[in-house]
């Protein structure tokens, strides 16, 4: 039987601190669902004076790259912040007893599994690095979502169990299980923008890696070393609002700005005309206005957060 990624399905385990699994949670995604991971190639040459014709050279693999993930996910309608945003935001570790780790600088990470027709995958150690809201009109909002990982491998064939208690979310209204997008607003400063075309908002998270080259795991004989640790080095949180010009928008706000406050808004009817089902508050930001002369003239701010705040995030149903 062959493996075809259109029927891949896709599980989180949320780690306590001890790195046991947590809580399951089953991700619906989109095709473009990948993984991959490469390794080290170290090679010594066996020509000698003595030996005129060795010439391949002899080769060992003894470490592996940082994997990487990438999918895209839709941003469900229920009652508790989805688990990919909370995984991104979230500087904390809640752990099976209810507490909370002190903020540390640094991320949680979470185990992955891919299960195809026949084989489910194992991704052990994500962290997320990456991911983009695509907000548009009258459409669901979804988030592409990329990372880093320590190591992909075989957890088993079908039907293995996948580790963690299944976590079964609770929809907000009855017959809306994804958000749609149905009223956007933006603010910058003290101006409310009229006429949004698009809206795009992406969270970064600089991850450094260190690999699994150390004297304990040298001694104790392990074929590859797989990288072990990681660090959060730097975030960016920006994005890009695009406006159509009008004659009642054409001088609404200045051309650039180092300080100004970025807020948007997105309303879904369902669940209220006045409470956005998500929110971006960025306080002070650096952003600068440019133009495109397109089939209708538009005009694109391009902001990124001017300032370090843990609490700056975003914001699902205010929670």
């Not at 500087?91 to 489910?120: E, K, R």
């Amino acid at each position: 039987m062959y493996n075809l990624k259109k029927n891949a399905k896709l599980y989180i385990v949320e780690l306590n601190a001890d790195g046991s699994p947590y809580r399951q949670h089953s991700i619906e995604i989109y095709s473009d669902i990948s993984a991959s991971q490469t390794f080290d190639e170290q090679s010594a040459p066996r020509k000698t004076l003595h030996s005129q014709t060795s010439l391949h050279e002899y080769a060992v693999v003894n470490s592996a790259n940082v994997a990487n993930f990438s999918f895209t996910t839709p941003v469900l309608n229920i009652t508790t912040v989805p688990i990919v945003l909370s995984l991104a935001r979230e500087y904390s570790i809640t752990n099976l007893n209810g507490s909370t780790t002190s903020l540390n600088g640094t991320l949680a990470n979470f185990d992955m599994y891919i299960q195809s027709d026949n084989v489910i995958y194992k991704i052990a150690k994500c962290v997320i690095e990456s991911i983009t809201f695509n907000l548009e009109m009258s459409s669901v909002v979804t988030m592409s979502v990329s990372g880093t990982a320590s190591k992909i491998s075989k957890h088993g064939n079908v039907p293995t169990a996948i580790p963690g208690t299944v976590f079964t979310p609770t929809y907000g209204l009855v017959g809306s299980k994804y958000v749609t997008i149905d009223t956007m607003k933006v603010t910058i400063g003290t101006a409310v923008l009229d006429s949004i075309a698009a809206i795009n908002v992406d969270l970064k998270n600089d991850i450094k890696w260190y690999d699994g080259n150390t004297l304990q795991e040298s001694l104790a004989g392990s074929t590859i070393k797989y990288p072990t640790a990681y660090v959060l080095e730097k975030r960016t949180f920006s994005g890009s609002v695009t406006q159509f010009i009008t004659s009642d928008n054409v001088d609404s706000v200045s051309d650039s700005s180092t300080t100004e406050q970025v807020n948007i808004q997105i309303y879904e009817q369902s669940y209220s005309t006045t409470t956005p089902i998500l929110e971006f508050n960025l306080p002070s930001t650096v952003f600068t206005r440019r133009l495109n002369f397109e089939e209708l003239i538009n005009r694109v701010y391009d902001f990124r957060l001017n300032t370090n705040s843990t609490i700056v995030k975003p914001l699902y149903k205010t929670l």
